[in-house]
């Protein structure tokens, strides 16, 4: 199939069977024989050909092959259809036996023409192929040669050995029917130089042995892997065994090349069970920058290892960094404790080359779900998505990174992790931990939303302490009140006023009393029916309602139990609210009664009052005070209320601090749990263990704001030393700090906050701040001063640095402290650790820049198992890291001179080709960009003398 240039998918998963009959084979059984050579019998042939494609992609196959027994006649049928198919690929093939008791597969190309097999049915000594209108083979018997003879010869027909592969059966010793796997092929197997075997068995049926036998584990049998391939041996017209066995094959080209690559790469590239791709990955990107000239280019990613050559200058890095944009991963991007410090030619290449109206669209796929995210310099702060449904939104870059996992590393940005010492323990830490950066991700938003809540409940508390001053000040005016309308009554009684008058003006504040009695009830009931209505809406309303097709019985009968809660609940509150309605009920009668009463006293006591003119100022006064009683009375009510509504916030704040250390002490044990896995990840290069810092810049930052303009010298270095001695004596030391500061400030909201601290005060913060280091009164009173709801919350919500601290074990055992390792020890323990996690997408510019020589192969070998976990993109010059590491998509970019002249627009980014290593035009580029051609090549055989005599 012809792809548009930049599009061609790489490597794909396709479920195999390589080995299938036709009605032709002597053993087929379930539909009548195909005899050739009538118009009706060669319909009737093709008829069966398309049946037969049809059954293999009814079975989920789309690699398929014909090998009849010394046979090839119907399998030309099946080809012929099958070339106008691009959904399969089919390979004719011949099942052989062989002298020795063992049998073989020959798989042809997928194009090969009728010359080539019958060229390879020549070869088939002893044995006369049948006549292409017979019903049936020819009778089967064995041809002259052993396998190793057979093999010999197809390899070294020049017409063949590009043409065919030929693959040996090897299953277990007993119960296989002519297997090369037996006593005296020993020999004979290891020298064989065939790349792959096939059994007719689920893998998980072969024995152990004969697994390290097929891998070269065992010395005798040959040192050299060789791929497995299981196969169905289908011989029936019902199809049972047609993709039986498990085989999927990655391959990028549908020719008999593709598939001797994927079994070259067998351990990433041949599956014996339904491979799974990574969910999180990259489909693509489209690209409009001046570096592409007038149209934008493309390139679609393959979910594995993606390899981006050409020569200096094409533009590899450009990619990359396009790539890092749309992901809003830049260095400018990310901050400044995640990521080395930019380099001024990545910084500036978006500025340059996006700044007129150009753009970077990256569609990716998120848990399986594809999107496309568009980023445009205008509008830098944010991406637009754009979901499967075509609605689009506004994504900030913070939470970009956070939805699609990926690491990028510019060049050398592994082997400089360590020459910034303000970020590299961050940096360290997001590599050892990257398998767990949701976990991680979730637990930073809950400590957020913890510290969130300790700065909220500090405020609350704060008001709570200015409320119960309120509730102190007016309890104090109440009593100076009561005090005066005392006095005032004494005067009455001694300055001659009737008793009588006196009795009715005495009684005058018990009907003042009584009616703000029936005022206070009145007001509770409504407000208390209020508050049971709202708490009836409330109580367990919080429990989401989740109906899934299928529900656990437990989680069913906790869904009756929580209905029948909330239902006999809200019985009892409205039963709550019927006994609240009679109360008002008799409250609205003792009113009405009150008021009659009221307006006899009222009567009585004007006369009083017209007798006792002579006294009016006295009794005006008693008068004034009685109001003002009541007044002050009805105020203390009310603070106590609010005091009491807002006496909560003293727990609030205990539980949101508890909450925060909590949330702490998890993603402490995410990363303890993440160190743990370093050893395993690095094959025993590093060691980690998770260290917390002794001086959390959050603490002394917090510190140092109550030290500003206090003239004290160095104030957070001290500060840094203090806190550093106080966690070393007591690992709760900050929560005590806490403790004092929030007491002092409770304090000083109590005095009512004057403008300096008394004596007491002055003496808690000298004695609590900067230990040895004395307060001047000066100093005290501007740290006073400096005690509010901000200062104290950034106190009590600070947070310590919890980091992974790597060590690295060199050759020879030793322990190195990893920032003294060197920066090719450095570079290749961080992608060795990358590169078996399982954390996003991986991008990396020109890895082989980071690595010692003798370290490349071993981090191949991790690229080939990894790429099935995570998708890779790499930018590179190493043709080991692309042909060794079997990268499963090339882009091969152009090597663009740039013109010198000036205004010239001449296009500096362009893909000359790409492909998968078995796409022909893209093999001659690795050979020519990335090892220097064939005649390199040839000199290098000679000059290490492979294949010499005296090797």
């Not at 198919?85 to 023409?113: M, T, W, Y």
């Not at 991700?441 to 969130?452: F, V, W």
């Not at 790597?806 to 961080?830: M, W």
Request: with cysteine.
């Amino acid at each position: 199939m012809i792809y548009p240039r930049g599009m061609h998918p790489g490597t794909v998963w396709r479920k195999a069977d390589l080995q299938c009959h036709t009605p032709r084979d002597r053993s087929w059984t379930g539909s009548e024989a195909l005899p050739g050579g009538s118009d009706a019998a060669e319909l009737a042939r093709k008829t069966w050909a398309g049946d037969f494609l049809s059954a293999a992609k009814g079975k989920g196959l789309s690699i398929v092959a014909i090998t009849d027994h010394h046979d090839i006649c119907l399998s030309n049928y099946v080809q012929a259809l099958a070339e106008a198919d691009d959904d399969l690929i089919f390979f004719p093939g011949l099942e052989v036996s062989c002298s020795d008791n063992a049998q073989c597969l020959v798989i042809f190309d997928p194009l090969s023409k009728t010359a080539v097999h019958s060229k390879a049915l020549g070869m088939l000594t002893n044995v006369l192929p049948a006549d292409p209108g017979d019903e049936k083979t020819c009778v089967i018997s064995p041809i002259s040669q052993t396998i190793s003879t057979f093999y010999d010869d197809i390899v070294g027909e020049e017409h063949l050995r590009e043409a065919c592969l030929v693959f040996p059966h090897f299953s277990n010793p007993e119960g296989s029917h002519k297997s090369l796997n037996e006593i005296g092929h020993a020999l004979r197997f290891a020298a064989l130089g065939c790349d792959g075997v096939y059994i007719e068995r689920p893998v998980a049926e072969l024995d152990p042995v004969t697994l390290q036998k097929i891998r070269g584990e065992i010395p005798d049998w040959g040192k050299r892997r060789k791929a497995l391939l299981p196969t169905g041996d289908n011989r029936s017209a019902g199809w049972e065994r047609l993709g039986a066995h498990e085989c999927w094959i990655k391959i990028g080209e549908p020719t008999i090349e593709g598939l001797r690559q994927a079994l070259l790469a067998d351990e990433a590239r041949i599956a014996h069970a339904a491979p799974h791709e990574p969910r999180d990955r990259i489909s693509s990107i489209e690209i409009k920058s001046t570096l592409c000239g007038s149209d934008p280019i493309s390139i679609r990613f393959n979910p594995g290892f993606n390899a981006l050559i050409g020569g200096r200058g094409s533009g590899k890095s450009a990619i990359l960094e396009y790539l890092r944009f749309g992901l809003g991963r830049t260095s400018t991007d990310l901050p400044s404790t995640e990521t080395a410090k930019p380099k001024e030619r990545s910084a500036s290449l978006i500025e340059d080359t996006l700044s007129n109206g150009g753009y970077v669209e990256i569609s990716l796929e998120r848990e399986g779900i594809a999107e496309r995210w568009r980023r445009e310099l205008t509008s830098r702060g944010t991406i637009t998505v754009t979901d499967v449904t075509g609605r689009t939104s506004q994504l900030p870059l913070s939470d970009a990174q956070q939805k699609f996992p990926a690491r990028a590393f510019e060049q050398k940005g592994l082997s400089s992790t360590m020459n910034d010492p303000a970020s590299a323990a961050d940096q360290i830490t997001g590599i050892a931990a990257a398998e767990e950066v949701e976990q991680r991700r979730e637990i930073e938003r809950d400590i957020n939303t913890a510290r969130r809540s300790v700065t909220l409940a500090l405020q609350q508390l704060a008001a709570y302490w200015q409320l119960l001053l309120d509730v102190q000040r007016k309890t104090a005016l109440l009593q100076e009140t009561q005090l005066r309308a005392n006095n005032v009554a004494e005067r009455l009684k001694t300055e001659g006023v009737s008793q009588e008058a006196l009795d009715v003006i005495d009684q005058s504040p018990q009907y003042s009393s009584g009616a703000a009695f029936l005022q206070s009830v009145e007001i509770a009931i409504a407000s208390d029916k209020t508050t049971i209505t709202d708490l009836s809406q409330k109580l367990l309303a919080d429990i989401p309602e989740i109906t899934l097709d299928v529900e656990l019985p437990i989680v069913v009968d906790l869904r009756k139990r929580v209905a029948e809660t909330k239902e006999a609940i809200h019985k009892r509150l409205q039963d709550c609210l019927a006994d609240l309605e009679k109360l008002a009920a008799t409250k609205d009668v003792a009113k009405t009664e009150f008021g009659e009463h009221q307006r006899v006293f009222k009567e009585k006591f004007d006369s009083a009052v017209t007798e006792q003119e002579k006294h009016r100022a006295i009794i005006d006064e008693n008068s004034r005070l009685v109001i003002a009683l009541e007044a002050a009375k009805k105020s203390v009510a009310a603070a106590e209320k609010a005091m009491r509504d807002a006496a909560g916030a003293v727990e609030a704040l205990t539980t949101a601090r508890h909450t925060l250390l909590d949330n702490l002490s998890r993603r402490r044990q995410i990363l303890v749990a993440a160190a743990e896995k370093v050893a395993g990840h690095s094959s025993n290069v590093l060691k980690a263990r998770v260290k917390t810092d002794t001086a959390p810049e959050e603490y002394i930052a917090s510190i140092s704001a109550l030290l500003v303009g206090s003239r004290i010298s160095d104030s957070s270095e001290k500060s840094g030393t203090w806190i550093s001695e106080v966690l070393k004596s007591n690992a709760g030391g900050w929560t005590s700090i806490g403790d004092q500061i929030l007491e002092i400030y409770r304090e000083k909201i109590m005095a009512g906050s004057p403008q300096e601290p008394g004596t007491a005060l002055s003496e808690k913060i000298g004695d609590l701040l900067l230990g040895e280091e004395r307060l001047t009164s000066f100093a005290t009173s501007k740290v006073y001063s400096l005690i509010n709801d901000a200062s104290l919350g950034a106190v009590l919500a600070a947070c310590p640095r919890d980091f992974i601290v790597l060590t690295y074990v060199d050759a020879n055992g030793k322990n190195i402290p990893f920032g003294r390792a060197s920066e090719g020890q450095q570079a290749s323990a961080l992608l060795e650790l990358l590169l078996s996690q399982s954390a996003g997408t991986l991008i990396i510019d020109q890895p082989e820049d980071d690595l010692d020589n003798n370290v490349v192969m071993r981090i191949v070998e991790l690229i080939r198992s990894s790429k099935s976990n995570r998708q890779l993109i790499f930018a590179t010059h190493n043709p080991n890291m692309v042909v060794n590491g079997d990268a499963d998509k090339i882009v091969v970019l152009a090597s663009t001179p740039i013109d010198p002249r000036p205004g010239s627009e001449q296009p500096r980014v362009a893909i000359e080709t790409d492909g998968a290593i078995e796409t022909e035009v893209v093999k001659s580029s690795i050979t020519q960009v990335m090892e220097g051609g064939e005649p390199a090549f040839d000199l290098r055989r000679r000059k290490y003398r492979f294949g010499s005599a005296s090797n």
